[in-house]
């Protein structure tokens, strides 16, 4: 019965894409990226090559598989790495990714699809990120005894068994050789659906991540010149919710002549228009060079700079938390020792709340979006400089401390001889 309505899931899935791919852009690069994926696949993959496939949902998940990914290549150079997503927004800003050998998306779940998939790549290690689970492929994965681990995973509370997807889920889980998880309470809810024996504490990989970018630090073009050493914000990952919050705090903080760098989540004429309109005489980061230099305003109009961007700030503001899609990464921000605002919506995200918890991080509400709580928080920590220098440490103190989950997983890859003949 389980297995009935998750092929019930699939069918329905399938056809609301296909739906959704008339009107939504993602939804048809969804399509058209799975056509004829099984003969670029049998055209890229050679028979006989040892190859590590490492599977992620989008690119927050992708995040946290590079530091393991990366590892392995260093450690296993004799092996080809197959990097799959499920996302466009995965998988079209990390196709061209040069530490993966291969950058496909994956084909739908069904039986026949997965045993096509694993016949043609025949991994030698399977590593699936977080979460997202596919019935038929990790159950085809197990019958053709692959070693297969979960990492980073998080789950926030037991699901009831009562359930015929809880237990269906709990079946999948089963089915991997280790489970890799982020905190003490995912622990307990793995132990209680009684997977202790494959579980164990790692942490979150991308604490290493964001450390490693920090320490190779590399300047930004342009960006010291615009900061013109004045106080600066650097909002990232933002949505619309978040520049109408941000133009208003902006009004009410114009006296004290700071600068603001806004990077939106998605890059678009329509997103870059309305930040525009709201911060009158802002530039973008594709004309720094061949405009005036007294803007206070800066859009950031390309991908891949961010994770270096908050570097400049001297306080940052990561989006998403104003609506219950949640609040973006963090810890980008929290490495460089500064201190993060963000909305409501984060108690999903186990680094969100610890920062908060460490005093690194403060959230605040706006329903009315008229950003006075915003800047009352910004005027506060601009205008107490013990407070802010606090906060400041432990952000970065708890980021630092935090570290050592890609370690644990490559230990455990070796010690069990995983990829040894």
Not at 31 to 60: D, N, T, Y
Not at 78 to 87: A, G, N, Q, V
Not at 220 to 249: H, R, Y
Request: net charge positive.
């Amino acid at each position: 019965m389980k297995v009935f309505l998750y092929n019930i899931f699939l069918l329905l899935f399938r056809a609301s894409v296909h739906v959704a791919a008339l009107f939504k852009p993602k939804a048809k690069k969804w399509i058209q990226g799975r056509k004829g994926i099984f003969e670029q696949l049998e055209k890229a993959v050679s028979p006989g090559q040892k190859i590590i496939w490492m599977h992620c949902a989008s690119l927050g998940e992708f995040e946290q598989g590079r530091p393991v990914l990366e590892k392995l290549k260093l450690h296993y150079p004799e092996y080809r790495i197959l990097l799959t997503f499920f996302s466009p927004s995965g998988y079209e800003v990390r196709k061209n990714y040069d530490g993966a050998d291969w950058v496909f998306y994956l084909p739908m779940d069904g039986s026949a699809r997965s045993k096509r998939f694993l016949q043609i790549v025949q991994p030698s290690l399977v590593i699936f990120v977080k979460y997202e689970f596919w019935y038929y492929y990790l159950k085809k994965i197990k019958y053709g005894n692959i070693p297969l681990l979960l990492i980073s995973a998080y789950f926030k509370k037991k699901p009831s068994l009562l359930n015929p997807y809880n237990r269906l889920k709990w079946k999948m889980l089963s089915r991997f050789d280790h489970l890799f998880v982020q905190t003490e309470g995912s622990k307990k809810i793995a132990d209680a659906l009684g997977l202790s024996e494959i579980t164990s504490i790692s942490g979150d990989t991308r604490f290493d991540r964001v450390k490693e970018i920090a320490d190779k630090f590399e300047p930004i073009p342009g960006i010291e010149s615009f900061t013109a050493n004045k106080k600066t914000i650097v909002a990232g990952s933002t949505w619309p919710d978040d520049d109408e919050v941000l133009g208003n705090t902006y009004t009410q903080l114009q006296k004290r002549d700071i600068k603001i760098i806004i990077a939106p989540h998605e890059l678009s004429e329509r997103v870059f228009d309305d930040i525009e309109r709201r911060f009158p005489g802002a530039i973008r980061y594709s004309q720094l060079n061949n405009v005036a230099s007294d803007a206070n305003c800066l859009v950031i109009d390309n991908i891949g700079m961010l994770s270096r961007l908050y570097r400049y700030a001297d306080i940052t503001y990561v989006g998403g938390g104003l609506t219950r899609n949640g609040v973006h990464n963090v810890l980008e921000a929290a490495v460089y020792f500064k201190v993060v605002l963000f909305g409501p919506y984060y108690s999903d995200y186990s680094e969100a709340v610890d920062l908060v918890k460490t005093g690194g991080g403060i959230s605040f509400s706006d329903e009315k979006r008229d950003g006075k709580k915003l800047a009352a928080i910004i005027s506060e920590l601009m205008d107490n400089e013990p407070d802010y220098k606090q906060r400041c440490s432990a952000a970065g103190n708890f980021v630092r401390s935090s570290t050592g989950a890609t370690g644990k997983i490559i230990s455990f890859i070796q010690e069990k001889r995983l990829l040894t003949n």
